[in-house]
């Protein structure tokens, strides 16, 4: 379904390129849960926010290479049609919820409107289905919630409305950008059971990007991991904790927790 080559991130700094993603390839199978770890820094949101085509906030930046999604080259699409992909086909989940939704709109507006814009609904199919949504994420008393704003809601139950807006048009790719990074860490595992769950329900593929082994383990089937803007190692997902080839993710797994790994294998 995903396959990427040759894949560039080239911010231009004041002038000064600056290649932060070195051609690297992967694919990613329709329904295929596949993990992306590797320290900050290493390129994992860089790559991701290239699948959306969404340079950073502030920042100029060129890709290369190809981005081919059900064979169809995202870098050469034009932004209009780059718009009907995002949201649509492909969705992303980032890590910090509250900068991610709007303060001033209740969260039933917001989802109310990729509703409305990307499925054409009508206001009143579009509440129909926002409830059905925060429903099925696990948002008690729906209805009711539906009318309050963001602040009104705590870290994980704001991501749960991220996670709600994401699947609304029920995409073929969820890329989750350390979904779980800012919360605590009973609230984690919720919300990676969560991801679990939605990803069986809609069939989609998962891109779960994160800095730390322990939360892919269980959770994708084959991993990248990523070292200073390069793909320094991928497989399968068990194989690669009984036997990691680079150094590199011999020290990331070192680092995971012992609980984590028992987890894994409970
Ligand atoms: N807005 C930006 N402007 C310039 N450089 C950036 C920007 N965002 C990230 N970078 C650089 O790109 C590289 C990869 O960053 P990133 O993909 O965010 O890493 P990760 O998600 O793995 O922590 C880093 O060297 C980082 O400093
Ligand atoms: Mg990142």
Redesign the pocket.
Known sequence: MLEVRDLTAT?N?EGTP?Q?VNRIAFDIAPGEAVGFV?E????????ARAVMRLA?E??SIAWGGRILFKGQDLLALDERQMRDVRGRRIAMVFQDPMASLNPVMTVGQQIDDMLMRHMGLSQGAARKRTIELLAQVGIRDPEIRADDYPHQFSGGMRQRVLIAIAVSCQPDLLIADEPTTALDVTVQAQILRLLMRLRKEIGMALMLITHDFGVIAGMVERVYV?HRGDIVESGQVDALFADPKHDYTKALLAAVPRIETARRSA
């Open positions: 911010f700094r600056s932060v590797g900050s820094g290493s390129g994992k949101s860089v790559t950073p502030g920042s990523m």
